[in-house]
């Protein structure tokens, strides 16, 4: 069965301290993993994503993510975390074998940024 | 571009109660999502068009839940009878093919 995996609830981090917040999967072929952010009460919007080259992506407000092809993980980081970084993050891979956009979400991280 | 607008944003029904909701894409987007999410958990795609045929309603309770894309533009979901167990974020996106997904505000449905 495809899955996405985001192991931890919660992650807590001082300000200005480097986050991670972890992603693997289990997609067949070759996915295309993507990082979504979703702040209290409004849906949920695009950070970045992988599709070809680099395998360090860099996306939206200072988030970059790291492409690992044979760990099929795909970690969100950034080197200095803000107080309103604080949100719920998203993992969300797309299975290529479809001729349409075919998507599978994560669990949801919390990610809680202590001044 | 405006982005993908949903109505209402907030609804409170009884249960066996009858519920729609609305969302109208970004212009030129063939794709189209309904996910339900439940508080603390990702979202669950119900079902997907592409331009206003439905290619993915395997999640979709057919019993209850029924959704159209007339003319491959707007859509509509609608719960009938809702259970107490319906109470989510219905939340509604759309896309190009091959790119990232553009989600709505969401509908915060209540149900007592």
């Known amino acids: 069965a495809q899955s996405v995996a985001q192991p931890e609830d919660q992650v807590n981090v001082a300000e200005g301290n480097p986050l991670t917040v972890k992603c693997t999967y289990s997609?067949?072929?070759?996915?295309?993993p993507f990082w979504y952010v979703q702040y209290p009460n409004r849906g949920l919007q695009f950070l970045l994503k992988?599709?070809?080259?680099?395998?360090l992506v860099k996306g939206s407000y200072g988030f970059e993510a790291e492409f690992n092809k044979s760990q099929t993980s795909f970690h969100l980081k950034k080197p200095s975390a803000l107080v309103s970084d604080s949100a719920l993050y998203f993992c969300a891979v797309r299975d290529p074998r479809y001729n349409f956009n075919k998507f599978y979400f994560g669990s949801g991280t919390k990610l809680n940024v202590k001044p | 571009e405006a982005g993908v607008a949903q109505s209402p944003r907030y609804k409170i029904i009884e249960k066996r109660q009858s519920v729609a909701f609305w969302c109208n894409p970004i212009?030129?987007?063939?794709?189209l999502y309904w996910y339900q999410q439940i508080l603390g958990q990702g979202p669950k795609l119900l079902i997907q068009?592409?331009?206003?045929?439905?290619?993915?309603d395997s999640q979709l309770p057919k019993d209850r839940f029924s959704a159209e894309r007339l003319k491959g533009v707007d859509s509509t979901l609608k719960i009938q009878p809702a259970k107490l167990e319906d109470s989510a974020v219905y939340l509604c996106?759309?896309?190009?093919?091959?790119?990232?997904?553009?989600f709505g505000p969401g509908t915060r449905l209540t149900v007592l």
């Open positions: 996106a759309s896309s190009r093919f091959g790119n990232e997904q553009f």
């Open positions: 997609v067949s072929g070759n996915p295309y």
């Open positions: 992988y599709i070809t080259g680099d395998n």
């Open positions: 212009s030129g987007h063939a794709t």
């Open positions: 068009f592409q331009n206003n045929g439905v290619v993915d």
